[in-house]
């Protein structure tokens, strides 16, 4: 995507230049780059702003967390499949009752 754009800039920019739209001269060339840094580095940021990347995967969004890290058990059943739409209280998963839930907000919560 990123070397889509910049090939579509890199020819506009030749065009302006060829076509003596633009004089090449070196204010010109200067602003021509500032801009085309902008605009791509813009792209980027927005990009890994909305949509964040590794190498091993891209999201669409962010993560929630749905439990903290601390809740020690083992999840015995999922409720909700992905993209199904949520209304508030409704059960995401079960824990197995074996590992009891020793925080009492999170007991609380879940209730």
Known sequence: M??????????AVLTLFKLKLVKPRPYPIAIVILVGVLMIGGVVVAWMQYAPMSSNLVTSQYVVQLVPYNVKGFVKKVFVKANE???KGDPLLEIDPQ???????IRSMLS
């Open 99 to 105: 590992h009891p839930i020793k925080t009492p907000w």
């Open 2 to 11: 990123i070397a889509f754009l910049v090939t579509i800039y890199a020819a």
């Open 85 to 87: 739409p949520l209304k």
